[in-house]
């Protein structure tokens, strides 16, 4: 399988985050910034219906004797504070400002940045989509993930502006990476290659439902930008250890149990 078949989906990700974006900072200022409003509080709305559904996967894990939602619980507090200690919020915030130094973004570019980087790559879709493409080369799974995403930066770009662009280089950089290294991560971490029996492993089940509560999160934050609130948010960023540290605490709660 050639390179272009394990990459197809990601680059057809990156074009419609682009396009997007592209759409969004042509018509975005035209809008009312009521309407700006509306819009933003309505991707929210769709951003907390996918963060949900994502949760409810933990209720299919159980690690011995413990549920899946504690294990998530202590995955998400364990993962805040290391990554309150690593800084990861502020480290993201600073990249975000750095690009928008380089490129002369100018408004809420890192804001923007921060925000759709977090959203288009945090998911069940990001993972299974990359495994499947890298795989197979069936690119359908971050095909659907690039509609949704397409409309997602047409949302965000008319708020934030272009800096929601600039996320299509972590799309690129992640996705691209998890599809290229798809082989090793099915064989060695996950037991198979099927992208069907990925979708009910456990690890990456409690892996979606963590996922699915920071994306709430996502979609708390974006709800207190459309109504003004932002101070108020969600630091997404510092949360993201708890996606490594979950498959850690199944492995431990499972051993401990037998």
Not at 103 to 118: C, D, I, P, Q
């Given at each position: 399988?050639?390179?272009?078949?394990?990459?197809?989906?990601?680059?057809?990700?990156?074009?419609?985050?682009?396009?997007?974006?592209?759409?969004?900072?042509?018509?975005?200022?035209?809008?009312?910034?009521?309407?700006?409003?509306?819009?933003?509080?309505?991707?929210?709305l769709v951003t907390l219906f996918i963060?949900?559904?994502?949760?409810?996967?933990?209720?299919?894990?159980?690690?011995?004797?413990?549920?899946?939602?504690?294990?998530?619980?202590?995955?998400?507090?364990?993962?805040?504070?290391?990554?309150?200690?690593?800084?990861?919020?502020?480290?993201?915030?600073?990249?975000?400002?750095?690009?928008?130094?380089?490129?002369?973004?100018?408004?809420?570019?890192?804001?923007?940045?921060?925000?759709?980087?977090?959203?288009?790559?945090?998911?069940?879709?990001?993972?299974?989509?990359?495994?499947?493409?890298?795989?197979?080369g069936d690119a359908s799974t971050y095909i659907l993930k690039s509609t949704l995403?397409?409309?997602?930066?047409?949302?965000?770009?008319?708020?934030?502006?272009?800096?929601?662009?600039?996320?299509?280089?972590?799309?690129?950089?992640?996705?691209?990476?998890?599809?290229?290294?798809?082989?090793?991560?099915?064989?060695?971490?996950?037991?198979?290659?099927?992208?069907?029996?990925?979708?009910?492993?456990?690890?990456?089940?409690?892996?979606?439902?963590?996922?699915?509560?920071?994306?709430?999160?996502?979609?708390?934050?974006?709800?207190?930008?459309?109504?003004?609130?932002?101070?108020?948010?969600?630091?997404?960023?510092?949360?993201?250890?708890?996606?490594?540290?979950?498959?850690?605490?199944?492995?431990?709660?499972?051993?401990?149990?037998?």
């Amino acid at each position: 399988m050639s390179l272009l078949d394990q990459l197809s989906g990601t680059l057809v990700n990156v074009g419609t985050v682009l396009g997007g974006t592209a759409l969004g900072l042509l018509i975005g200022h035209r809008l009312p910034e009521r309407t700006q409003r509306t819009l933003l509080q309505t991707l929210s709305l769709v951003t907390l219906f996918i963060g949900l559904d994502m949760a409810g996967s933990l209720n299919r894990v159980q690690g011995g004797a413990v549920p899946g939602v504690i294990l998530a619980l202590v995955s998400l507090a364990l993962g805040a504070v290391l990554g309150e200690a690593l800084n990861i919020e502020e480290r993201l915030e600073r990249l975000g400002d750095t690009l928008k130094r380089r490129f002369r973004g100018g408004g809420r570019f890192t804001e923007g940045f921060v925000a759709a980087s977090l959203l288009f790559c945090i998911g069940p879709m990001t993972v299974v989509g990359g495994l499947q493409n890298g795989l197979t080369g069936d690119a359908s799974t971050y095909i659907l993930k690039s509609t949704l995403d397409g409309i997602a930066a047409l949302a965000l770009a008319g708020a934030y502006g272009i800096g929601v662009g600039f996320s299509a280089v972590t799309v690129l950089l992640l996705q691209g990476g998890i599809s290229l290294a798809a082989g090793a991560l099915a064989s060695g971490l996950l037991g198979g290659a099927d992208p069907d029996l990925l979708k009910t492993n456990p690890y990456v089940l409690l892996v979606t439902g963590a996922g699915g509560l920071t994306i709430i999160g996502i979609s708390w934050n974006l709800m207190l930008a459309g109504l003004g609130f932002e101070d108020r948010r969600v630091r997404v960023g510092s949360l993201l250890p708890a996606l490594l540290l979950a498959p850690l605490a199944l492995w431990l709660a499972t051993r401990l149990s037998s």
